[in-house]
T-cell receptor, first 111, second 117 residues
């Protein structure tokens, strides 16, 4: 059974700092990996999707990497801003086309 | 593109009543829709997968007679929580995917907050 782990559960950083959010998964037989953002009481916003054949994806200040063999992904946020404060969820799509989510990392960027 | 809507966004009901939540794909055809449930500070838990025109496939531990799912068209799926009880209070999120597109990406709705009194 696939398990996705995100540690730590919460992170607080000062504005302007570059930061890395980590995600690990137990079964490397994945179809793709996605990073999502969730604001309190809201749905999910897809940030980046990395296919299993890819190593990284970039969008603006965000860069996500995937190392399928070691079961790890990182989300790099450059020059963090208070507006980046949210919960970041990592999810993998398995061969059964189902998404398995981590519990998320709640990020707070202090002005 | 790839917008998914949910209605209602928030609902409060009395114990014992039934509540219907709608999930619509606005600008693409959703061959598959997924229903998730999220408890506070917990990850999303997949409840069921539905393919258009077929019966939904429920995850282990999810009561199919309590959570009725209908996916009658390529743009609409509904989740009906029957005889709701306080323990059914949760945040319900749907997602949709066009299975004919190779990326397999799921697009998520904004969620529905259900409170059962």
């Amino acid at each position: 059974k696939q398990e996705v782990t995100q540690i730590p559960a919460a992170l607080s950083v000062p504005e302007g700092e570059n930061l890395v959010l980590n995600c690990s998964f137990t079964d490397s037989a994945i179809y793709n990996l996605q990073w999502f953002r969730q604001d309190p009481g809201k749905g999910l916003t897809s940030l980046l999707l990395i296919q299993s054949s890819q190593r990284e994806q970039t969008s603006g200040r965000l860069n996500a990497s995937l190392d399928k063999s070691s079961g790890r992904s990182t989300l790099y946020i450059a020059a963090s801003q208070p507006g980046d404060s949210a919960t970041y969820l990592c999810a993998v799509t398995g061969a059964n086309s189902k998404l398995t989510f981590g519990k998320g990392i709640t990020l707070s960027v202090r002005p | 593109g790839a917008v998914v809507s949910q209605h209602p966004s928030r609902v409060i009901c009395k114990s014992g009543t039934s509540v219907k939540i709608e999930c619509r794909s606005l600008d693409f055809q959703a061959t598959t829709m997924f229903w998730y449930r999220q408890f506070p500070k917990k990850s999303l838990m997949l409840m069921a997968t539905s393919n258009e025109g077929s019966k939904a496939t429920y995850e282990q531990g999810v009561e199919k007679d309590k959570f009725l799912i209908n996916h009658a068209s390529l743009t609409l799926s509904t989740l009906t929580v029957t005889s709701a009880h306080p323990e059914d209070s949760s945040f319900y999120i749907c997602s949709a995917r066009d299975g004919r597109i190779g990326s397999g990406e799921q697009f998520f709705g904004p969620g529905t907050r259900l409170t059962v009194l």
